[in-house]
């Protein structure tokens, strides 16, 4: 499985409550990391954020929607059960088996802290072509 | 949104008639309020209406506005006799998110000369935010026993006493909760979390009783003009994030098996009576008593923060109550008296006068009923009126609602700028994300008072007293 970690952009669209997030890239795989930057980047300035730790997820999911969600919401409650910040991710696919990795490091001071991001939702999820690569996007809970 | 679709029965109530495959939808609010709510409004409730075993109507309060499966401010009953379904896209991450109020025994006028004291010793002993921990650890055991009592647990652990209890909905422990439903990354994320704030619009704010609306419900309540209550805002943390991620999935993917056609699929469900209904809704009691305990602790650091200050002055709970939940309630639809599980998905339950599930002491005027405004407004306090069983199974609003996104908020304001200002108007804001005061700006929330109003126009509950900010402790 090759990773994926370039040639990636994310944004966000809007939402009265919440936060919509989009994340492109050449592959999906692409596009799920850019949506990963894109849920971390709101509760934290990902450039400051130092790699000095390292998580692993992986599943298996058939539908590639609910694994752009399920993707997320695995490095939320990571992140967060080991009290960590993260800012760098990666992302392999194999058929319907996923296989991720992140860098990031404990809070400290220094950080900037944004919000709590809750979970990904389906609400306007949808991960399809576009422009010759991939989109995905979701509303997440903040 | 566009009201062209539905009609008026009353200034405050509005209606979209049923047709095949879909049930009656009730709208509560001005049109004022009702024109500012964004189209996605209708379209999530209309689509909560198409859900198997819907009883009555479903329906919106003044403050709703666009979430995500349910409308925030949606509520809607289903009979399991029915084939009814319980929906974890009707709860929502934050179970059991909820408003803790306390009265005190403290005037105005005493608290000013120490209010940077006291706000400054509540923001040290509060943790707030993201990425703040608490100081308890819980082990996989300790937490199961958290599940499965509440705030029952927390005050056997010695945080408060035991007749805090008659205030707090369910006397503070939700039946039917099953820790072995709830996940092990569930737990794992609460592990420190017991006696957090949390972020986002979840905070503790020290205010003032400024105004009585209703003399002797606020006699009944132990509110007078001047007076300092407290508020504290906040939910199941982790755990409840992550019961509400686990079964969004899961009843998504289950849904077709069980015959459940889903409009839209973050209204995940399952009938109430089939076993992964069963599961759901063990796993959503426990993450229920995760937040009961939470807001107890939360209540008691509170306590001793104030009796550092005023040593022996009384600080009580006046109630506790969630606006995040689905209970089985038995409520009288179509002549009979049917059992039901209400969904209220950023909606207060408000019972009215004489309802026994209200506290003896608050029963000939209703269930207290609070109304959460932003940092810069303040909040209300209501009772549970006698017409709002028969027009929205005794639901209420919650807060003010949002009027702005928060990416336009945070383009709109800076958090340092906005702390500063609110301060010049004596409301003193202590948070460790300037990023998220922005987002959380009194301009991004709706007018408080045409929302507490139109809930009493109405008839879903009264006003009872106005309170407004002195500090506020921002997740």
Same mark, same amino acid.
């Given at each position: 499985m090759a990773a994926a970690t370039l040639r990636t952009e994310h944004a966000y669209f809007e939402h009265d409550a919440d936060v919509g997030i989009v994340g492109r890239g050449e592959r999906v795989e692409d596009a799920f990391v850019a949506g990963a930057q894109a849920v971390f980047a709101l509760v934290s300035r990902l450039e400051d954020v130092r790699p000095l730790e390292r998580i692993e997820?992986?599943?298996?999911?058939?539908?590639?929607e609910l694994a752009f969600v399920t993707w997320l919401n695995r490095l939320v409650a990571e992140s967060q059960a080991r009290?960590?910040?993260?800012?760098?991710?990666?992302?392999?696919?194999? &058929?319907? %088996? =996923? $296989?991720?990795?992140?860098? &990031?490091? %404990? =809070? $400290?001071?220094?950080?900037?802290?944004?919000?709590?991001?809750?979970?990904?939702?389906?609400?306007?999820?949808?991960?399809?072509?576009v422009d010759g690569g991939w989109e995905a996007r979701c509303v997440v809970d903040v | 949104m566009d009201l062209s679709r539905i009609s008026c029965i009353d200034p405050c109530t509005w209606s979209l008639p049923a047709e095949p495959g879909r049930g009656e939808v009730r709208f509560f609010g001005t049109r004022e309020l009702?024109?500012?709510?964004?189209?996605?409004?209708?379209?999530?409730?209309?689509?909560?209406?198409?859900?198997?075993?819907?009883?009555?109507?479903?329906?919106?309060?003044?403050?709703?506005?666009?979430?995500?499966?349910?409308?925030?401010?949606?509520?809607?009953?289903?009979?399991?006799?029915?084939?009814?379904?319980?929906?974890?896209?009707?709860?929502?991450?934050d179970i059991s998110c909820g408003i803790r109020f306390l009265r005190t025994g403290i005037d105005r006028a005493a608290l000013m000369p120490l209010l940077h004291k006291v706000s400054d010793s509540l923001f040290r002993d509060i943790p707030a935010g993201v990425g703040e921990g608490g100081s308890l650890r819980l082990d996989a055991a300790e937490l199961d026993r958290v599940l499965a009592g509440g705030a029952r647990w927390a005050i056997a652990q010695g945080f408060g006493s035991a007749d805090e209890l008659e205030f707090v909905e369910e006397h503070g422990c939700m039946a039917g909760a099953d820790p072995a439903n709830v996940s092990p990354l569930a737990k794992a994320r609460q592990r420190g979390e017991m006696g957090t704030l949390g972020s986002g619009n979840h905070y503790l704010e020290v205010q003032w009783v400024e105004r009585?609306?209703?003399?002797?419900?606020?006699?009944?309540?132990?509110?007078?003009?001047?007076?300092?209550?407290?508020?504290?805002?906040?939910?199941?943390?982790?755990l409840g994030h992550q019961v509400g991620s686990d079964y969004l999935v899961s009843l998504a993917?289950?849904?077709?098996?069980?015959?459940?056609?889903?409009?839209?699929?973050?209204?995940?469900?399952?009938?109430?009576?089939?076993?992964?209904?069963?599961?759901?809704?063990?796993?959503?009691?426990?993450?229920?008593?995760?937040?009961?305990?939470?807001?107890?602790?939360?209540?008691?650091i509170t306590r001793k923060v104030f009796g550092h200050y005023f040593p022996g002055v009384p600080v009580?709970?006046?109630?506790?109550?969630?606006?995040?939940?689905?209970?089985?309630?038995?409520?009288?639809?179509?002549?009979?008296?049917?059992?039901?599980?209400?969904?209220?998905?950023?909606?207060?339950?408000?019972?009215?006068?004489?309802?026994?599930?209200?506290?003896?002491?608050?029963?000939?005027?209703g269930q207290p009923v609070i109304i959460g405004g932003s940092m810069g407004t303040g909040s209300y306090v209501l009772a549970g009126s006698p017409?709002?069983?028969?027009?929205?199974?005794?639901?209420?609003?919650?807060?003010?609602?949002?009027?702005?996104?928060?990416?336009?908020a945070l383009a709109r304001w800076r958090g340092r700028e906005l702390v500063d200002a609110l301060a010049t108007q004596g409301i003193l804001v202590r948070t460790r994300s300037m990023r998220g005061a922005a987002e959380e700006a009194p301009g991004a929330y709706k007018d408080l008072e045409m929302v507490a109003e139109a809930t009493e126009k109405a008839g879903l509950a009264r006003r009872v007293a106005a309170v407004r900010p002195l500090t506020c402790i921002k997740g």
């Open positions: 997820v992986a599943f298996e999911e058939p539908d590639v009290d960590l910040v993260l800012g760098r991710f990666a992302l392999a696919r194999a &058929g319907a %088996r =996923w $296989r991720g990795e992140a860098w &990031g490091e %404990r =809070w $400290r001071e220094a950080l900037e802290r944004g919000v709590d991001v809750k979970g990904a939702t389906l609400t306007m999820l949808s991960v399809k072509p | 009702l024109e500012a709510m964004d189209d996605k409004v209708m379209e999530q409730i209309t689509n909560v209406a198409k859900l198997p075993g819907l009883a009555g109507c479903a329906m919106t309060m003044p403050d709703a506005h666009w979430g995500y499966g349910f409308p925030i401010g949606g509520v809607a009953a289903f009979d399991p006799e029915e084939g009814g379904i319980i929906s974890a896209g009707g709860v929502g991450f009585i609306h209703d003399a002797a419900a606020a006699r009944a309540f132990g509110l007078h003009e001047g007076q300092v209550v407290v508020s504290i805002h906040c939910v199941s943390r982790g993917k289950a849904a077709a098996r069980l015959g459940v056609t889903l409009p839209d699929r973050e209204l995940a469900c399952a009938p109430i009576r089939s076993p992964e209904g069963r599961e759901y809704i063990g796993a959503m009691n426990a993450a229920m008593n995760c937040a009961l305990a939470n807001r107890q602790i939360l209540a008691h009580e709970t006046l109630f506790d109550v969630s606006h995040n939940t689905c209970k089985p309630e038995l409520h009288r639809v179509d002549g009979r008296e049917r059992l039901l599980y209400v969904h209220r998905k950023g909606a207060t339950r408000a019972f009215g006068p004489g309802h026994p599930g209200i506290p003896e002491r608050y029963r000939a005027v017409t709002g069983e028969a027009r929205a199974f005794s639901s209420a609003s919650h807060g003010a609602g949002r009027a702005m996104s928060r990416h336009k």
